[in-house]
């Protein structure tokens, strides 16, 4: 397990990298891989949307720009700050709470979306069983994280830090939690090749 697949010291990091954060973002998830995997999801005007580790709300502002009825939760009261004081985000539902135990009743949305937050998570298939509970039946998760980079060295750096994953990887865990229809698409910005693994996932009716 990395360093940071530890909640109060992923909460220490977060405590401070919120001050810069949406500036530091774009560099690995910027707003053409945001409005891309937006398009992937295919979210829909009214669709009751949770959107699990917002962080400052930038991919929230993405989910609400079209018509997304949007419920936002972060473990991070310094990002959830930061995600308040935007005008964009008035209309979103703002909670603290944890990936792993949802504060939902079971099929409460339409839809789960997550990115950059599941490389956190110590239990990544708790929570994402979680977000297949929370879901309506033949609803739909869209997860966004770290690929894992190639080479035995720079992969053993990568894990020391976080969770890194790949395509086969990301299947297992998906279906382990209980989704159906999993897909992988890679993203990168343009200062890092396919570094992003995004996967649509499906709940069955």
């Given at each position: 397990?990395g360093v940071l697949e530890d909640k109060s010291r992923a909460r220490t990091f977060y405590r401070f990298l919120s001050k810069v954060y949406d500036r530091v973002?774009?560099?690995?998830?910027?707003?053409?891989?945001?409005?891309?995997?937006?398009?992937?999801?295919?979210?829909?005007?009214?669709?009751?949307?949770?959107?699990?580790?917002?962080?400052?709300?930038?991919?929230?502002?993405?989910?609400?720009?079209?018509?997304?009825?949007?419920?936002?939760?972060?473990?991070?009261?310094?990002?959830?700050?930061?995600?308040?004081?935007?005008?964009?985000?008035?209309?979103?539902?703002?909670?603290?709470?944890?990936?792993?135990?949802?504060?939902?009743?079971?099929?409460?949305?339409?839809?789960?979306?997550?990115?950059?937050?599941?490389?956190?998570?110590?239990?990544?298939?708790?929570?994402?069983?979680?977000?297949?509970?929370?879901?309506?039946?033949?609803?739909?998760?869209?997860?966004?994280?770290?690929?894992?980079?190639?080479?035995?060295?720079?992969?053993?750096?990568?894990?020391?830090?976080m969770l890194f994953y790949d395509e086969e990887e990301a299947t297992r865990m998906f279906h382990d939690a209980g989704w159906e229809e999993v897909e992988h698409?890679?993203?990168?910005?343009?200062?890092?090749?396919?570094?992003?693994?995004?996967?649509?996932?499906?709940?069955?009716?």
């Amino acid at each position: 397990m990395g360093v940071l697949e530890d909640k109060s010291r992923a909460r220490t990091f977060y405590r401070f990298l919120s001050k810069v954060y949406d500036r530091v973002n774009p560099v690995f998830w910027n707003e053409e891989m945001r409005d891309e995997a937006l398009g992937i999801f295919g979210v829909s005007e009214g669709d009751h949307v949770l959107d699990v580790g917002c962080g400052t709300g930038f991919a929230t502002a993405g989910l609400v720009e079209r018509g997304a009825d949007v419920d936002g939760l972060d473990q991070s009261v310094h990002q959830l700050a930061k995600a308040r004081e935007k005008d964009e985000l008035d209309g979103v539902r703002f909670v603290r709470g944890d990936a792993e135990n949802l504060p939902y009743a079971d099929e409460t949305f339409d839809a789960v979306w997550s990115s950059g937050s599941i490389e956190y998570w110590p239990s990544p298939v708790d929570a994402l069983a979680e977000a297949k509970r929370v879901t309506k039946p033949g609803g739909r998760a869209l997860v966004v994280g770290p690929r894992r980079p190639s080479g035995r060295v720079l992969g053993a750096l990568a894990d020391a830090v976080m969770l890194f994953y790949d395509e086969e990887e990301a299947t297992r865990m998906f279906h382990d939690a209980g989704w159906e229809e999993v897909e992988h698409r890679l993203m990168g910005s343009e200062y890092v090749d396919d570094d992003a693994i995004v996967t649509v996932a499906r709940k069955s009716q």
